[in-house]
């Protein structure tokens, strides 16, 4: 209806275009862009509905999300052909800055202004691609068959190689056909650049990401970023497979990870000498189960002291915590309706996701609630660095010492020994989460590219992911697991990921220089000092996000630097380098060991129990003759989990107790005739002493007489 609504406004609009004055034409202009962006909104709530009922695994999911995504591309071009019949640039002044935004939005919506035939072969490939990838129970963890989520945690634990190699072979037999993608998908790029009126896919991609020359600054900031990737790639080979594998490729599955973007899996074997704050984290999460709702629950904890204010409580518990990881955000375009698909595993890695995503809610709660965000302006189909950076910046601060404490993980007194060995640890974990999805980003963008613009010769095309990646990344991966990521899947640019990771140091760098000691609250200064990240929020996409950065950063830079990610893993940087170069000068060896801790119940004053006068009733005790029967098997699959923090218990055994009616005293209170019994031996001991002094006293004054007597006899004979 609405759609039909709009065709007629703009028929109306062109008969009397003629005759209208510059302010008619604004008028009009602005009334149809509202009409285009209700229609675009309907949508936006039809497609949620789908892609929410295809991630929880509805029977009929997959159809209904295949079919609105069609649909979808053939309103975007139909609306994109209304806008541009009313659409006059000399009728807007110089004053209508955000009218010209959403009209240049709704002009320019990406891919789904291509063809048609062409928009549907591309999500029928991804859709089908991601569903299949998702929801297959049939992978190769080993002993048995089992889902994605399964074959993560599986990754995870394995330590032996075959094994490890024959998961990942079965996560790539559900990989969508390669040649369909080099031949049928990835060439769709080209016609969705012509139709966005750009002349390449470098410079449409930079649009998207709106940064001109934003591959090219991406490139630059990687060059400065490769060393210390390199050290890390060097001392996880030291680590897997001694000094002989230092400088080499590392097979991907080595990695336990299915694409080799995230190595966190990795971090057991990769912990220095002192890594207490690792195993204390670690034991702590699994005790309080922080997984799923319960660490979502934990990240909007941290949001709220951060001072933007509190995620309404049912898009927590009206989300789904049965999927898998990393999190699904499904956004229905309407106030407080946005729920997302996530798994509910412990680990530090989904802890601190968790954090991200939380905060990529509230981004979107905080830019709706700006009065001029209509649907294009909170909803724009741009890949906004700022948009990836903020809540990248919180999922840094959920490592915070300050955050660590007040989670109940770690105690902020026992981070104050040694506090730089625990900052290397904690750097260790984000690094093996961050350095590889940089590193993917720049990778896969640029393979693309090079396929695009014909760098890389027929005979070597199908073979070139798996060469490139080796060259790159120094990674042994297959021809095809670059296919395992969505946004390769849906020809969507990677660069804008790349540019919000980096941007998130920078904004780190920025709050933590205004500190004035290092170990101060720097969640209470972000929180007191949040404004300038709520008013960056509250934009949405009405100002291009590299016109921010100033005010984002507090007027420090205007533009994305390296220096701030490298300053910030400069223990890291100097630990790498003591490992890989045993002649180098850094010293780590100057640990100071914390106090034990000490056991509250040791403190404790025992209070004898009070024995009263009343008569104690003693029930028989039923229990096994034979002690073999009295052990109580435990499930040690269960218990596998908290083997670095507890000791594993496989049985307990119960002895066989004394009867209480052989303690039983027939003539009398037993506990009285305890107390006469002592008291008479020590009367007996008492009198027996004393009689011995008296003896001893007597004979020593007998020999003291016959002493004297003799002396007398002797004087006597004189």
Same mark, same amino acid.
């Given at each position: 209806?609405?759609?039909?609504?709009?065709?007629?406004? @703009?028929?109306?609009?062109?008969?009397?275009? /003629?005759? =209208?004055? #510059?302010? +008619?034409?604004? $008028?009009?202009?602005?009334? !149809? *862009?509202?009409?285009?962006?209700?229609?675009?909104?309907?949508?936006?709530?039809?497609?949620?509905?789908?892609?929410?009922?295809?991630?929880?695994?509805?029977?009929?999911?997959?159809?209904?999300?295949?079919?609105?995504?069609?649909?979808?591309?053939?309103?975007?071009?139909?609306?994109?052909?209304? @806008?541009?019949?009313?659409?006059?640039?000399? /009728?807007? =002044?110089? #004053?209508? +800055?955000?009218? $010209?935004?959403?009209?240049? !939005? *709704?002009?320019?919506?990406?891919?789904?202004?291509?063809?048609?035939?062409?928009?549907?072969?591309?999500?029928?490939?991804?859709?089908?691609?991601?569903?299949?990838?998702?929801?297959?129970?049939?992978?190769?963890?080993?002993?048995?068959?089992?889902?994605?989520?399964?074959?993560?945690?599986?990754?995870?634990?394995?330590?032996?190689?075959?094994?490890?190699?024959?998961?990942?072979?079965?996560?790539?037999?559900?990989?969508?056909? !390669?040649?369909?993608?080099?031949?049928?998908?990835?060439?769709?790029?080209?016609?969705?650049?012509?139709?966005?009126?750009?002349?390449?896919?470098?410079?449409?991609?930079?649009?998207?990401?709106?940064?001109?020359?934003?591959?090219?600054?991406?490139?630059?900031?990687?060059?400065?970023?490769?060393?210390?990737?390199?050290?890390?790639?060097?001392?996880?080979?030291?680590?897997?497979?001694?000094?002989?594998?230092?400088?080499?490729?590392?097979?991907?599955?080595?990695?336990?990870?299915?694409?080799?973007?995230?190595?966190?899996?990795?971090?057991?074997?990769?912990?220095?000498?002192?890594?207490?704050?690792?195993?204390?984290?670690?034991?702590?999460?699994?005790?309080?189960?922080?997984?799923?709702?319960?660490?979502?629950?934990?990240?909007?904890?941290?949001?709220?002291?951060?001072?933007?204010?509190?995620?309404?409580?049912?898009?927590?518990?009206?989300?789904?915590?049965?999927?898998?990881?990393?999190?699904?955000?499904?956004?229905?375009?309407?106030?407080?309706?946005?729920?997302?698909?996530?798994?509910?595993?412990?680990?530090?890695?989904?802890?601190?996701?968790?954090?991200?995503?939380?905060?990529?809610?509230?981004?979107?709660?905080?830019?709706?609630?700006?009065?001029?965000?209509?649907?294009?302006?909170?909803?724009?189909?741009?890949?906004?660095?700022?948009?990836?950076?903020?809540?990248?910046?919180?999922?840094?601060?959920?490592?915070?010492?300050?955050?660590?404490?007040?989670?109940?993980?770690?105690?902020?007194?026992?981070?104050?020994?040694?506090?730089?060995?625990?900052?290397?640890?904690?750097?260790?974990?984000?690094?093996?989460?961050?350095?590889?999805?940089?590193?993917?980003?720049?990778?896969?963008?640029?393979?693309?590219?090079?396929?695009?613009?014909?760098?890389?010769?027929?005979?070597?095309?199908?073979?070139?992911?798996?060469?490139?990646?080796?060259?790159?990344?120094?990674?042994?991966?297959?021809?095809?697991?670059?296919?395992?990521?969505?946004?390769?899947?849906?020809?969507?640019?990677?660069?804008?990921?790349?540019?919000?990771?980096?941007?998130?140091?920078?904004?780190?760098?920025?709050?933590?220089?205004?500190?004035?000691?290092?170990?101060?609250?720097?969640?209470?200064?972000?929180?007191?000092?949040?404004?300038?990240?709520?008013?960056?929020?509250?934009?949405?996409?009405?100002?291009?996000?590299?016109?921010?950065?100033?005010?984002?950063?507090?007027?420090?830079?205007?533009?994305?630097?390296?220096?701030?990610?490298?300053?910030?893993?400069?223990?890291?940087?100097?630990?790498?380098?003591?490992?890989?170069?045993?002649?180098?000068?850094?010293?780590?060896?100057?640990?100071?060991?914390?106090?034990?801790?000490?056991?509250?119940?040791?403190?404790?004053?025992?209070?004898?129990?009070?024995?009263?006068?009343?008569?104690?009733?003693?029930?028989?005790?039923?229990?096994?003759?034979?002690?073999?029967?009295?052990?109580?098997?435990?499930?040690?699959?269960?218990?596998?989990?908290?083997?670095?923090?507890?000791?594993?218990?496989?049985?307990?055994?119960?002895?066989?107790?004394?009867?209480?009616?052989?303690?039983?005293?027939?003539?009398?209170?037993?506990?009285?005739?305890?107390?006469?019994?002592?008291?008479?031996?020590?009367?007996?001991?008492?009198?027996?002493?004393?009689?011995?002094?008296?003896?001893?006293?007597?004979?020593?004054?007998?020999?003291?007489?016959?002493?004297?007597?003799?002396?007398?006899?002797?004087?006597?004979?004189?």
């Amino acid at each position: 209806m609405r759609a039909a609504l709009s065709f007629l406004c @703009v028929c109306f609009y062109a008969l009397l275009s /003629s005759g =209208t004055t #510059s302010g +008619d034409d604004t $008028r009009w202009l602005l009334s !149809l *862009l509202d009409l285009v962006e209700f229609d675009y909104q309907d949508q936006c709530g039809q497609r949620a509905t789908a892609a929410w009922d295809e991630l929880t695994g509805n029977s009929k999911g997959l159809s209904l999300k295949m079919e609105r995504d069609k649909s979808f591309g053939i309103f975007a071009r139909q609306q994109k052909m209304d @806008v541009k019949t009313a659409f006059k640039s000399q /009728s807007l =002044t110089s #004053s209508d +800055d955000i009218l $010209r935004r959403r009209v240049k !939005l *709704l002009l320019q919506p990406g891919d789904s202004i291509m063809e048609t035939e062409q928009w549907i072969r591309l999500v029928t490939f991804a859709d089908y691609s991601i569903n299949r990838l998702r929801f297959a129970t049939d992978y190769d963890c080993g002993p048995t068959n089992c889902t994605l989520r399964e074959l993560h945690n599986s990754l995870a634990r394995e330590q032996d190689e075959e094994i490890l190699k024959r998961m990942k072979l079965s996560w790539e037999k559900k990989l969508p056909d !390669l040649t369909e993608y080099l031949e049928n998908i990835l060439p769709l790029l080209r016609n969705a650049s012509k139709e966005n009126l750009y002349n390449s896919v470098e410079e449409y991609w930079d649009a998207l990401g709106e940064y001109e020359g934003g591959l090219l600054k991406a490139r630059e900031i990687w060059d400065n970023v490769k060393p210390l990737y390199m050290k890390l790639q060097k001392y996880v080979a030291l680590r897997l497979k001694g000094s002989e594998a230092v400088g080499k490729p590392i097979p991907i599955h080595l990695l336990k990870s299915l694409m080799g973007d995230d190595w966190s899996n990795l971090i057991e074997i990769l912990l220095p000498k002192h890594s207490d704050i690792y195993q204390k984290v670690y034991a702590n999460l699994h005790l309080m189960d922080m997984g799923g709702l319960n660490a979502f629950k934990e990240a909007e904890k941290l949001i709220r002291h951060l001072n933007f204010g509190e995620i309404p409580t049912e898009i927590l518990t009206e989300s789904d915590y049965n999927g898998t990881c990393p999190t699904n955000i499904v956004d229905w375009c309407q106030p407080n309706k946005i729920r997302f698909v996530t798994c509910k595993d412990v680990s530090i890695a989904n802890f601190i996701e968790a954090h991200e995503a939380a905060m990529k809610i509230k981004y979107k709660l905080i830019a709706a609630t700006h009065s001029n965000n209509t649907y294009i302006l909170r909803e724009a189909p741009r890949y906004s660095a700022v948009y990836e950076a903020i809540p990248g910046f919180v999922s840094l601060l959920s490592l915070n010492p300050h955050s660590l404490d007040r989670a109940g993980l770690y105690p902020l007194d026992k981070f104050t020994y040694n506090p730089n060995y625990h900052r290397l640890v904690l750097q260790l974990i984000i690094a093996l989460r961050d350095l590889p999805k940089l590193n993917f980003y720049m990778a896969a963008d640029e393979w693309r590219l090079r396929l695009l613009m014909g760098k890389i010769p027929m005979p070597q095309i199908f073979d070139s992911w798996r060469e490139f990646r080796k060259n790159f990344s120094y990674i042994e991966s297959s021809n095809d697991d670059v296919l395992g990521d969505p946004y390769v899947l849906t020809n969507k640019p990677l660069v804008g990921k790349f540019m919000g990771l980096i941007l998130k140091y920078q904004l780190y760098q920025s709050f933590a220089e205004e500190l004035m000691l290092d170990d101060s609250d720097l969640i209470s200064h972000v929180a007191d000092r949040n404004q300038r990240l709520v008013d960056v929020m509250m934009q949405g996409y009405d100002l291009v996000w590299t016109e921010m950065v100033s005010d984002l950063l507090a007027k420090r830079e205007n533009g994305l630097e390296y220096t701030a990610m490298t300053d910030y893993f400069r223990l890291l940087d100097e630990y790498l380098d003591s490992q890989l170069d045993p002649a180098s000068e850094t010293n780590f060896d100057d640990y100071v060991e914390p106090p034990s801790e000490v056991d509250d119940s040791q403190n404790e004053i025992f209070v004898e129990p009070e024995i009263t006068n009343k008569e104690v009733v003693h029930e028989e005790v039923q229990t096994h003759e034979n002690i073999d029967e009295n052990i109580i098997d435990t499930d040690d699959e269960s218990n596998a989990k908290f083997s670095l923090e507890t000791s594993t218990v496989g049985v307990l055994e119960i002895k066989n107790p004394v009867p209480a009616e052989d303690q039983k005293n027939t003539e009398g209170n037993p506990t009285e005739a305890s107390y006469n019994v002592y008291w008479w031996l020590g009367v007996g001991v008492a009198i027996t002493v004393l009689v011995i002094l008296v003896a001893i006293i007597v004979r020593k004054r007998h020999n003291h007489r016959k002493q004297l007597e003799r002396q007398r006899r002797q004087h006597t004979r004189a």
